[in-house]
């Protein structure tokens, strides 16, 4: 089982020039072969198909804490998209019939405004689903985890190169820390096959060459060491993943950790504003809030909403321009 929490990963930026253009590259790290639904559904797979796992516990505690923040990179990512097409249609009014909508036309992906209320996809970058082809579980463990250092590989290989593409702040500080935390499981699944077969695949296939201490948005990730640092998710279980998660990080010579804390202490999400030319969450929000309100009421909640959103949401709406990047 999981158990959720209503907080992101890590901090990101609020809303600021919409780029649908660069949210359609962002795809690719979603819904791509090497996106992290890809991550997160290997490793998902591969824990549950695990037979034997009494006996080779480790490795299965191993598979199963990286699975679980796979699933939390999934929402990073999505709500990186969503942030960077927040304002593509006008944020207020915008009724038809003139919603803004042929303003976008041509630019990024359209299914972002047509199937979706600009919101992020189970899909890549060229807008092609994700599939369940990219799921690799052979049940041979040297086999899944020797796959899963290559799916890493091609992940941060792919998240340097929308790093390049796309020089929106979101999107910018999103792949500065997944290439720090995708680092961390590229070296778990290289010490993992070194303790089962002795090989090295640090050093066999030294690849992709990422100094990610050169990358501005990876710096504060890496002071804080979380290029070493291994989450379990979990207060109570997976603790012998420190049998296989050990010894010094093959690049920068530094102790690698079992995290005390079960998981990143992250950030609250933004409270993106709606975006009614998509009717998202409906073309006049403020009714579903009013009808929100009223149960909420009924139901004997306080007047304020109790979850936790960021402290910039109050001011999201009117500090937003509409000006799509070009
Ligand atoms: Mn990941």
Redesign the pocket.
């Known amino acids: 089982m999981i158990l959720r929490l209503d907080r992101i990963g890590v901090e990101l930026p609020p809303p600021s020039d919409p780029d649908p253009a660069g949210a359609q590259a962002v795809q690719e790290l979603l819904g791509g072969k090497f996106g992290?639904m890809s991550?997160w559904l290997n490793y998902t797979f591969q824990s549950f198909n695990f037979r034997a796992r009494q006996g080779a516990r480790p490795f299965y505690d191993l598979l199963s804490s990286i699975a679980t923040?796979?699933f939390g990179?999934v929402e990073l990512v999505s709500l990186t998209i969503n942030t960077m097409l927040t304002g593509a249609t006008p944020l207020e009014g915008g009724g038809a019939p003139e919603s803004g909508l042929a303003d976008v036309k041509g630019i990024g992906n359209p299914h972002h405004f047509l199937a979706g209320g600009q919101g992020a996809l189970p899909q890549n970058s060229q807008g092609r689903p994700w599939n369940g082809d990219y799921v690799f579980s052979s049940g041979d463990l040297i086999e899944d985890l020797t796959h899963n250092f290559f799916l890493e590989t091609g992940?941060r290989n792919n998240k340097l190169k929308v790093y390049e593409m796309v020089e929106h702040p979101a999107a910018r500080a999103l792949t500065g820390y997944?290439l720090v935390?995708?680092g961390v499981?590229q070296v778990a699944y290289a010490r993992a096959v070194e303790h089962l077969t002795g090989a090295d695949l640090m050093k066999m296939f030294p690849s992709p060459r990422i100094p990610t201490d050169k990358i501005p948005e990876s710096r504060p990730h890496i002071e804080r060491g979380e290029h070493t640092k291994l989450y379990r998710f979990s207060a109570e279980d997976f603790g012998e993943v420190k049998a296989v998660w050990n010894g010094t990080h093959p690049e920068t010579g530094d102790e690698l950790v079992v995290a005390d804390v079960p998981h990143p202490v992250g950030a609250p999400a933004h409270d993106l504003p709606p975006q009614p030319a998509v009717f998202a969450p409906d073309f006049a929000p403020e009714e579903i809030a009013e009808i929100a309100q009223k149960l909420r009421k009924k139901a004997g909640l306080p007047d304020e909403p109790t979850g936790l959103v960021s402290e910039e949401s109050q001011e999201l709406v009117g500090a937003l321009t509409s000006k799509v990047r070009s």
Do not use: C, P
Request: aromatic share 0%; net charge negative.
């Open positions: 992290e991550t923040e796979e990179h992940a997944l935390r995708g499981h």
